[in-house]
């Protein structure tokens, strides 16, 4: 079969990944799931694995397969999987795991310690066919549209996660800032009005990001290239600040809006990555506000954002490329060029 291979770690994002003929998995163990893969969203995080951020917290061993946001069609299962059968439509958790540890038995899936990262720690969907287990197999209604739905496996997860956090300390009247409207941002913006009364501020350095946010319920929208967040975010809550801020940049200016932006008590979800928090701890004290982290999500999460898909309270903007074209798309991801997600389409 072809798969999209990294073969060393490079900042050249336009050579980084060869087309490669290697050996389709096959399962063979008990719970294995085989899928033919009909679309894998690219991510923010592939560019990262390819520049080598990702090598020792996964211990990695190139060559290897990305792709971590995976839809398709079950081709083949071990003897001991009951939950799919051949034929089947699934998305993919991203995470394959082991149900047995602490950290699984008390339902925190990325915490498992057997955790197996298909595209991340092993081989992934950037590829006609992928290799993961039962566990990590979300059975898909008729209907849905394979490509469409994979970043959904990781973008939307994540972004559904941050936001159920969020929603728990939201009544309705407070306020919420969006920082960022892309790829998860988008998502996660239709997922907070889904799934709370807040009023919800946009903030993007891009026009039409906001453009994007005012026509996914964004109540109000702010460019952080012209104008001052803080200033406008104290006019609107008539100086009382807000309850909670989802962060998908993550870079250091966004971080720092914690102590300027919210109300006493409020929380900063830090979700995109690649920034640092330069808060000094009387920051902190005096504000009483929490940096929260948000590591995809379970697999419960995943099944309860498909059932917000299919009521038609989260639509994906995506854009789809074959799998010769994958070197595009990370030099595209690089340039800031792609809105939505992108979906590779093996």
Same mark, same amino acid.
């Given at each position: 079969?072809? $798969?999209?291979?990294?073969?060393?770690?490079?900042?050249?994002?336009?050579?980084?990944?060869?087309?490669?003929?290697?050996?389709?998995?096959?399962?063979?163990?008990?719970?294995?799931?085989?899928? +033919?893969? +009909?679309?894998?969203?690219?991510?923010?995080?592939?560019?990262?694995?390819?520049?080598?951020?990702?090598? =020792?917290?996964?211990?990695?061993?190139?060559?290897? &397969?990305?792709?971590?946001?995976?839809?398709?069609?079950?081709?083949? @299962?071990?003897?001991?999987? &009951?939950?799919?059968? =051949?034929?089947?439509?699934?998305?993919?958790?991203? %995470?394959? @795991?082991?149900?047995?540890?602490?950290?699984?038995?008390?339902?925190?899936?990325?915490?498992?310690?057997?955790?197996?990262?298909?595209?991340?720690?092993?081989?992934? #969907?950037?590829?006609?066919?992928?290799? /993961?287990?039962?566990? %990590?197999?979300?059975?898909?209604?008729?209907?849905?549209?394979?490509?469409?739905?994979?970043?959904?496996?990781?973008?939307?997860?994540?972004?559904?996660?941050?936001?159920?956090?969020?929603?728990?300390?939201?009544?309705?009247?407070?306020?919420?800032?969006?920082?960022?409207?892309?790829?998860?941002?988008?998502?996660?913006?239709?997922?907070?009005?889904?799934?709370?009364?807040?009023?919800?501020?946009?903030?993007?350095?891009?026009?039409?990001?906001?453009?994007?946010?005012?026509?996914? *319920?964004?109540?109000? /929208?702010?460019?952080?290239?012209?104008?001052?967040? $803080?200033? =406008?975010?104290?006019?609107?809550?008539?100086?009382?600040?807000? =309850?909670?801020?989802?962060?998908?940049?993550? %870079?250091?200016? @966004?971080?720092?809006?914690?102590?300027?932006?919210?109300?006493?008590?409020?929380?900063?979800?830090?979700?995109?990555?690649?920034?640092?928090?330069? +808060?000094?701890?009387? $920051?902190?004290?005096?504000?009483?506000?929490?940096?929260? *982290? @948000?590591?995809? #999500?379970?697999?419960?999460?995943?099944?309860?954002?498909?059932?917000?898909?299919? $009521? *038609?309270?989260?639509?994906?903007? /995506?854009?789809?490329?074959?799998?010769?074209?994958?070197?595009?798309?990370?030099?595209?991801?690089?340039?800031?060029?792609? +809105?939505?997600?992108?979906?590779? &389409?093996?």
């Amino acid at each position: 079969m072809r $798969a999209a291979r990294l073969h060393e770690y490079t900042d050249e994002m336009g050579d980084a990944l060869s087309i490669d003929d290697v050996d389709r998995p096959e399962a063979t163990e008990g719970d294995h799931v085989v899928v +033919e893969i +009909e679309g894998a969203g690219w991510c923010q995080t592939d560019n990262h694995v390819i520049e080598g951020m990702w090598e =020792e917290q996964m211990n990695q061993s190139l060559p290897m &397969t990305l792709g971590h946001e995976n839809a398709g069609v079950v081709a083949e @299962t071990g003897e001991d999987v &009951t939950v799919v059968s =051949e034929g089947d439509a699934v998305l993919c958790h991203p %995470a394959m @795991t082991c149900g047995v540890c602490r950290g699984c038995r008390r339902g925190q899936d990325m915490h498992c310690e057997n955790l197996v990262f298909p595209g991340l720690s092993t081989d992934g #969907g950037f590829a006609e066919y992928l290799l /993961t287990n039962e566990r %990590a197999v979300v059975p898909l209604p008729d209907g849905v549209d394979l490509t469409e739905i994979a970043p959904h496996a990781d973008a939307g997860i994540t972004a559904y996660h941050a936001v159920k956090k969020a929603a728990r300390e939201l009544n309705p009247g407070e306020h919420a800032v969006v920082v960022g409207v892309g790829g998860l941002g988008h998502i996660g913006l239709q997922a907070l009005r889904a799934m709370s009364a807040a009023e919800i501020t946009a903030v993007d350095v891009k026009d039409e990001a906001l453009k994007l946010a005012h026509d996914l *319920g964004a109540h109000h /929208t702010l460019n952080s290239r012209d104008e001052d967040v $803080a200033d =406008e975010v104290d006019a609107l809550t008539d100086g009382s600040g807000v =309850e909670q801020i989802l962060d998908f940049v993550g %870079a250091d200016e @966004t971080l720092d809006y914690a102590p300027n932006l919210l109300a006493a008590g409020g929380d900063h979800h830090v979700v995109g990555y690649g920034g640092h928090v330069h +808060e000094p701890a009387q $920051a902190l004290v005096n504000g009483d506000f929490d940096y929260r *982290g @948000t590591l995809v #999500g379970t697999y419960p999460e995943l099944q309860e954002l498909v059932a917000l898909v299919a $009521a *038609g309270d989260v639509e994906l903007r /995506t854009s789809r490329y074959e799998l010769d074209e994958i070197n595009d798309v990370a030099e595209e991801l690089e340039r800031g060029e792609i +809105e939505g997600r992108a979906v590779i &389409t093996p």
